[in-house]
Structure formats: C-alpha cells, structure tokens
C-alpha cells in the first residue's frame, strides 16, 4: 500500500493541540517504541536513558584489582585540610592565614519603638 506524499497537509499536535505541517510532527518514543503519538518540536520528550537498562552496557567497577600503596609525598597522606580557624594555635590547629578566634560573653539590649 502506498501513500501520498504530505508536503501541505496539516495536523494537530497530540500534546498541545496547535496545527502544524503533517511532515513536522514527529512520533513520540517511549521504550524505544512509539507510543501513536504525533507532537511537535516544543512537546516532544526524548526517550528517557533509564529505561534502557537491559539493552546498554552499564558496567561500573568497584575496586582495583590487586592495589598498591601510594607512596607520593606527603600532601597525600595527610588526613586534614585547610583549616582557617586556629590563629598559629597548636591546640586549634595551625593556621596560614593569620585567622584568629575570639568569643566574649556579656548582655545584650534591644528596645524597639
């Protein structure tokens, strides 16, 4: 069976209900089969990776195989980061950029009028 050619003929868009060219509406894929929709541009969803999970390979390697200790310098062995609290304090931890921690109790007054 064959059809005629839809150069001029015009169609709704099964989303948003707009005419547009029979030619521009595309059939919306959903599980890599069309679902019968016809939609335009604006309203089409591009089939959603997650349910192709069966088909693509996904494989995600937890661990190295037989892993050896790094032996680089020790910036990389080092268990903390930058620690802007301290002040040059060896009880808070040193620090470089001459941050220094101060607290004061006392009472504070507020009136509103």
Do not use: H
């Not at 032996?71 to 001459?98: C, H, K, L």
């Not at 941050?99 to 009028?113: A, D, I």
């Amino acid at each position: 069976m064959s059809y005629a050619r839809a150069t001029k003929a015009l169609g709704d868009c099964d989303r948003c209900g707009f005419t547009y060219k029979l030619n521009e509406l595309r059939y919306q894929i959903e599980d890599s089969k069309r679902n019968g929709l016809r939609v335009c541009r604006e309203c089409f969803d591009e089939d959603q990776p997650q349910l192709k999970l069966g088909e693509l390979n996904i494989v995600d390697p937890q661990a190295l195989f037989n892993p050896r200790v790094d032996r680089g310098e020790a910036d990389s062995t080092r268990y903390t980061a930058w620690n802007p609290i301290g002040g040059g304090m060896v009880q808070f931890g040193s620090s470089t950029m001459g941050l220094k921690m101060e607290g004061k109790v006392g009472k504070l007054t507020v009136s509103t009028s």
